[in-house]
C-alpha cells in the first residue's frame, strides 16, 4: 500500500471503516469491550472500547469516525461543524456499562483515513467546551501506521476488504425468503446453509425457425374482375393491418429502416383505404338498385370499380412490403440454418450477434403468433452447470417463477468468493439484487449504479494495475424492476460497460416473459428444471445426507405423481422436501401444498422476497379469473385455450378489464403461458387445482355433479380435480354420502356402469381415507 489515497481507497463505505477499525482495536493490547453502536445507542459515539485506568479501573473511549476528508472551520463548514457536533454529544451523554451504572466518555478520537488540516483539528478542539473531556485524531499515516503495527496483513493484497466485503456478501445472499415462507406456512425451520443445499442447475437454449407464409399468403397479391363477398374483404383488409404493425415491430427491432417501414405502411394504407371505398361503392349501387330492399352487407357480394387501379395499388403494396422483410428474410434463413447444422463450439453458438437475430424472432412470434410467423423447426442446445467459466461474454439467464435464478447468483457469488479468498481463481464477485436499486438517471453510469451499491468499488482496478482476472457482476431480477425505463437502462448501461471492458462479465436474470431489443445483445440462455440426479442431490442435502430419510422420501413421493412431477421445479420441490423433513412424511393432503404453491405465484414469492411490483389487479380478482380460465379449459378436456376466449371469461368476471393487461400480469406471475394465440397453465396440476376451487363455488352443485357423474362413467381427465374438491371441502364423511348419491345417479342411467362406477366411488372413497385419516367410516 503505497500512498495514503490507496489506504483510504480500501474503505469503500462508512460502516466497512468501522468494521475494521473495530477488528484493529481488538488487536491492540489493553484494548477492551470493542463494540461499534448504532441507531439510539449511538449518541454521537460509532465506537466505544476501554481501556485500563488508575486503581484497575476502566477508561470509556468513543471514536467518531468518518469516511470523508473533515476540512474547514467548525463554526462554519458541514463538514467540521459535524464532526464537532459529534464529539461534543459523545462527551456529553453517558452510557450504561454491564452493570447498569452510567458511564462517561473519558476519550473521543476523531478517525478518518484522509489527513486532517492542523486548521481543522485545532478549529475542533476550540470549538468544544474546556474540561468536558479529552479529544484525539487519528488520521491518514497515523492511522495507516497502526494498521501496520497490529494489522499487517490488513495491508497484505486488501486482505480485509475483501473479507469484510465477503462478510457483508454473506449476509446479502442469506435465504431470507424461503424462511419467511417457511414461518408463513409452517413448513418448520430453515438453518440450512446455501451452501450446503444448493444444487447446480443446468441450462439449455431454445433456437426457433420460422417462416412468413401466414404474413405473405394474407396479403392481396391480385384485385380481379371476380366476385367479392364482404368476409373475402375484411381478409384482405385485415391482411394489411396485419403488414403494417408487424413492419413497426420491424423497425422497432432495427431489422427495417424507418424509411422503408414507412413507405410500407402508406402503400397498405392506401390499399386498404381504396378497398374500402371500393367495397363501400358497391353496396350503395345494390341498395339503388334494390328498390327499397334491404341489403345485407355481411352476406353482400360484388363486383368492385376500379379494378386496374385497386390492382395497382396492390402491386406497389407487395413490392414495398417485400422490401421492408427483406432484413428478417435473411434472418429467418440464418436460424434456419443454425437449426439445420449448429455451429460448433461455445463461442461460435452463443454469438451475441446471431443472439439477437434468434431472440427477435421469439419476441416477435410471441407477440404476433401464428397470424405472421409458423414455427418450422427447433434447435435446443443444452450447456454444463460451468457455462459461466467457460463462456467469458455476458448472459441473460432466465426462468419461470421458483426456478432458482436468484438461488443461482447467490451460490456462484459466494463460490466466486471463495475461490478468490483461496487464491484457487481471481474473479470478483458483486451480487445486485435489482429490487434494491434506486433511480437510475441518465448520467448515471455502470459503476455508481451498480459496483458501488454493492460496496465494492475500492476493489475494482486503480491506475491500470489488475487487481483480478475478471468482475463478474450478477444483476439479479430485472423482472423484479418496477420502471420499464430503468429496465432498459440497465441492458443499456451493462452492454456499454461489457463493450469497454473485456474483463467485466455480466450476469444478468430475470422470468422468462421479458423481452426486448434491449436484452437481444446478450445470449439468452434458460435455467433447465431438475432432472432426477438433481432431484436426488438436493433431497439428500437437505436430510444431510441421511440415507434411511432419503430412501424412505423416494418411497412416498413415488406413489404421489402430481408432486413427484412438481420436483423438477426447484423451489416447489424445496417446499416439498422441507415438509417431509418436519414431519417424515409427505402429507397425506397434498392439496396444502398446492394452496401453497398457487398462492405463492399469485404474489407470494413477491410477498416474501419483499419485492412490491405495480400491479392493476388484486390477488384475489386474478385468482377469480384464473378459476374460471381453469374451468373453462378443463371442462373442454384440453390443456389450452384460445386467448379470445379468455378475453370473453376475463370480462364476464371482471367485468371493465382489459385482458392484455391482466394477461400480462398472470404471466408474470407464472400460473399461465402464452402460446402464441392461446394460453395455458404453466403446469397441468395447477389447471386442474383451480377447476377444483371453481366447483367449490358452484352454488347448486349441477357442475360438479356432472363433473364426478362423467368421471363415474369412465373419464379420468375428472380423477384428480375430484380428489382435490374432497380435500378443499373437508368434511369426510359428507364426502362419502355425496359420492353414494352420485353412484345411485349414474347406476340409474344405465346399469351397465354400476360395476365401472362402484370401482370408482372405491378409489375416490380411498382417498378420502388416506387425507382424512381421523375421520372413521366404511370405504
Request: aromatic share 8%; charged share 25%.
Amino acid at each position: 500500500m503505497a500512498t495514503i489515497e490507496e489506504f483510504a481507497a480500501t474503505f469503500p463505505t462508512e460502516r466497512v471503516l468501522q468494521q475494521a477499525l473495530a477488528k484493529l482495536l481488538s488487536k491492540i493490547p489493553d484494548h477492551t469491550g470493542v463494540q461499534i453502536l448504532q441507531g439510539n445507542d449511538e449518541l454521537g459515539k460509532d465506537i466505544i472500547f476501554y481501556t485500563p485506568a488508575a486503581f484497575g479501573r476502566k477508561d470509556l473511549n468513543a471514536c467518531v469516525v468518518k469516511n470523508t476528508r473533515i476540512t474547514g472551520d467548525a463554526s462554519t463548514t458541514a463538514g467540521a461543524r459535524t464532526v464537532y457536533n459529534q464529539a461534543q454529544q459523545a462527551l456529553d451523554t453517558t452510557l450504561l456499562d454491564e452493570n447498569g451504572h452510567e458511564q462517561r466518555v473519558r476519550r473521543v478520537f476523531i478517525i478518518t483515513p484522509y489527513p486532517i488540516p492542523p486548521a481543522t483539528t485545532a478549529s475542533i478542539c476550540g470549538a468544544l467546551r474546556s474540561g468536558a473531556g479529552d479529544v484525539q485524531f487519528v488520521s491518514g499515516s497515523t492511522l495507516l501506521g497502526l494498521f501496520k503495527d497490529y494489522w499487517p496483513e490488513y495491508l497484505a493484497d486488501e486482505y480485509k476488504l475483501i473479507h469484510v466485503y465477503a462478510d457483508a456478501l454473506n449476509q446479502k445472499t442469506t435465504a431470507k425468503e424461503l424462511q419467511g415462507i417457511s414461518f408463513q406456512y409452517q413448513l418448520g425451520t430453515v438453518d440450512a446453509d446455501i451452501k450446503k443445499v444448493y444444487v447446480k442447475p443446468e441450462f439449455h437454449r431454445a433456437v426457433h425457425s420460422y417462416s412468413l407464409d401466414p404474413l405473405l399468403s394474407a396479403l392481396p397479391t391480385a384485385i380481379t374482375d371476380r366476385v367479392y363477398t364482404a368476409d373475402a374483404i375484411k381478409r384482405m383488409t385485415a391482411g394489411l393491418r396485419r403488414a403494417e404493425e408487424f413492419i413497426q415491430h420491424l423497425v422497432e427491432w432495427e431489422v427495417c429502416d424507418r424509411e422503408a417501414g414507412s413507405l410500407a405502411n402508406v402503400a397498405c394504407d392506401n390499399l386498404d383505404q381504396a378497398l374500402g371505398k371500393a367495397w363501400s361503392l358497391a353496396l350503395r349501387s345494390r341498395a339503388a338498385s334494390a328498390s327499397g330492399a334491404i341489403v345485407q352487407a355481411e352476406s353482400f357480394s360484388a363486383r368492385l370499380s376500379n379494378v386496374r387501379d385497386l390492382n395497382g395499388l396492390a402491386q406497389i403494396a407487395l413490392r414495398v412490403v417485400h422490401d421492408a422483410l427483406r432484413g428478417l428474410q435473411a434472418h429467418l434463413d440464418n436460424a434456419r440454418q443454425y437449426v439445420d447444422r449448429p455451429p460448433d463450439g461455445l463461442a461460435q453458438g452463443l454469438c451475441a450477434a446471431d443472439e439477437r437475430i434468434y431472440t427477435m424472432l421469439d419476441e416477435m412470434a410471441r407477440t404476433v403468433g401464428a397470424s405472421c410467423l409458423r414455427e418450422e423447426g427447433e434447435r435446443q442446445t443444452s450447456f454444463a452447470t460451468s457455462l459461466i467459466d467457460e463462456y467469458a461474454g455476458a448472459l441473460f439467464l432466465v426462468a419461470p417463477a421458483g426456478f432458482g435464478k436468484t438461488s443461482f447468483c447467490r451460490w456462484h457469488a459466494l463460490n466466486d468468493l471463495d475461490l478468490l479468498l483461496q487464491e484457487h481463481a481471481k474473479t470478483l464477485p458483486v451480487y445486485v439484487p435489482l429490487h434494491q436499486l434506486g433511480r437510475i438517471d441518465s448520467s448515471t453510469d455502470f459503476k455508481a449504479a451498480f459496483l458501488r451499491h454493492a460496496g465494492v468499488s475500492a476493489l475494482l482496478p486503480k491506475h491500470g494495475q489488475v487487481a483480478h482476472d475478471r468482475v463478474r457482476v450478477y444483476l439479479d431480477g430485472l423482472d423484479e424492476v418496477a420502471s420499464e425505463t430503468t429496465k432498459r437502462r440497465i441492458g443499456q448501461l451493462a452492454r456499454e460497460a461489457s463493450d469497454n471492458d473485456p474483463s467485466l462479465q455480466v450476469i444478468i436474470t430475470a422470468r422468462d416473459y421479458v423481452y426486448g431489443p434491449w436484452t437481444a445483445w446478450m445470449p439468452r440462455i434458460h435455467l433447465s428444471g431438475f432432472g432426477e440426479k438433481q432431484v436426488q442431490e438436493l433431497v439428500a442435502n437437505w436430510l444431510d445426507h441421511d440415507d434411511e430419510r432419503v430412501a424412505l422420501f423416494f418411497g412416498q413421493i413415488d406413489k404421489v405423481e402430481a408432486l413427484k412431477s412438481m420436483m423438477v421445479v426447484p423451489l416447489l420441490a424445496t417446499l416439498i422436501v422441507l415438509v417431509f423433513k418436519q414431519t417424515g412424511k409427505l402429507p397425506e393432503n397434498k392439496t396444502r401444498l398446492y394452496e401453497i404453491f398457487v398462492d405463492l405465484h399469485n404474489g407470494g414469492w413477491d410477498l416474501a422476497k419483499g419485492i412490491q411490483r405495480p400491479s392493476r389487479f388484486s390477488a384475489a380478482e386474478k385468482m377469480f379469473v384464473l378459476k374460471r380460465i381453469a374451468a373453462r379449459v378443463h371442462a373442454a378436456k384440453r390443456r389450452e385455450i384460445l386467448d379470445d376466449h379468455c378475453a370473453e371469461l376475463a370480462k364476464d368476471t371482471l367485468r371493465k378489464v382489459e385482458w392484455p393487461a391482466l394477461k400480462s400480469e398472470l404471466v408474470r406471475d407464472g400460473l399461465i403461458l402464452p402460446l402464441g394465440g392461446m394460453v395455458a397453465f404453466s403446469h397441468h396440476s395447477f389447471q386442474e387445482f383451480l377447476t377444483a376451487k371453481h366447483l367449490l363455488g358452484d352454488p347448486d352443485q349441477f357442475q360438479l355433479n356432472a363433473s364426478c357423474e362423467k368421471y363415474l362413467q369412465g373419464s379420468d381427465w375428472w380423477f384428480e380435480v375430484l380428489c382435490f374438491h374432497i380435500d378443499l371441502v373437508g368434511k369426510p364423511h359428507e364426502m362419502r354420502q355425496w359420492l353414494d348419491e352420485r353412484l345411485a345417479a349414474v347406476c340409474k342411467l344405465s346399469s351397465s356402469y354400476r360395476a365401472g362406477a362402484e370401482a370408482r366411488v372405491a378409489s375416490l372413497k380411498g382417498h378420502i381415507a388416506m387425507s382424512f385419516p381421523y375421520a372413521t367410516g366404511s370405504v
